[in-house]
């Protein structure tokens, strides 16, 4: 690529330009004369070939994910709306990003790579895969009841709360998108903190107790709620976090309450 980009373009990558002490040999002004060569007369940078191959290089390529070719047949499209909800918080976009590419270093992904035997540090089960920590293992038991409670009281009891939902907000359809979005939040933070308890666990040996972290996901969701509170419009605010059916209420157009599980 370099070396075609050399040849048919030797002033940009000679330093001979005038202010070439200032700038290296610049791809991206390379690849604009290209695509407007390209642009007016797209048959000559056809016929030849080195330019026809950097044309080639330049297109945008459709990149597929690993895990989106390991798993093929989950709802990806679902999934990255997920990841990039606009509900979240950039810490939990982050964890979720790595979570749904399946790069939570998880004993399961450390084996493979040589280290250590794959098992739950807490449990002591065969296999630490992201679905045991966050859905099959003990330690995530009691705060997967409390989430469970809010699904609950926010979407009925005829909801069903499995670990796609709770993992990858999968299926989705049988809540309004405003009462999902919220449900969603609540997912997130609840992963993100029962994530870093393991990784506390296994780093330092510390046992963070159940109720602690369910205080500390409780603290991180009534935080945010009452940040958008006051920043956002009484209009907005309601949509978002209030209308339909929510474990947040507004009294008197004045003060937030949380549903018992939040308080
Ligand atoms: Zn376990």
């Not at 370099?2 to 040999?25: D, E, I, Q, R, V």
């Not at 909800?85 to 939990?92: A, E, N, Q, S, V």
């Not at 004993?107 to 966050?134: D, M, N, P, Q, R």
Request: glycine share 4%; net charge positive; aromatic share 14%.
């Amino acid at each position: 690529m370099a070396s075609s980009l050399c040849k048919l373009f030797p002033l940009l990558w000679s330093n001979s330009l005038p202010n070439s002490a200032l700038c290296s040999p610049n791809l991206s002004k390379a690849s604009d004369l290209i695509k407007s060569l390209h642009a007016v007369d797209a048959a000559f940078v056809g016929k030849c070939t080195e330019l026809r191959d950097i044309v080639l290089f330049l297109e945008p390529k459709e990149v597929t994910p690993t895990v989106m070719r390991k798993y093929p047949t989950l709802p990806w499209t679902n999934i990255w709306r997920g990841v990039f909800h606009r509900i979240l918080d950039r810490k939990y976009v982050d964890f979720q990003f790595r979570l749904s590419h399946r790069v939570l270093f998880v004993g399961e992904l450390l084996k493979k790579w040589g280290i250590g035997k794959g098992k739950c540090a807490v449990c002591g089960f065969v296999t630490e895969s992201i679905s045991h920590v966050f859905w099959d293992c003990r330690r995530a038991y009691n705060c997967l009841s409390w989430v469970g409670r809010i699904v609950r009281d926010v979407g009925g009891t005829r909801v069903i709360f499995n670990s796609n939902l709770f993992l990858y907000g999968s299926p989705d359809s049988c809540f309004p998108k405003a009462v999902f979005a919220r449900l969603w939040f609540v997912f997130c933070a609840a992963k993100f903190f029962l994530w870093k308890a393991r990784c506390k666990y296994v780093a330092d040996g510390k046992y963070i107790p159940d109720t602690e972290i369910i205080n500390s996901i409780k603290y991180d969701i009534k935080t945010r709620v009452e940040a958008d509170f006051h920043r956002l419009s009484a209009e907005k605010f309601k949509k978002i976090w209030v209308q339909g059916s929510s474990f947040v209420f507004i009294n008197n157009e004045k003060c937030l309450t949380f549903s018992t599980a939040l308080s």
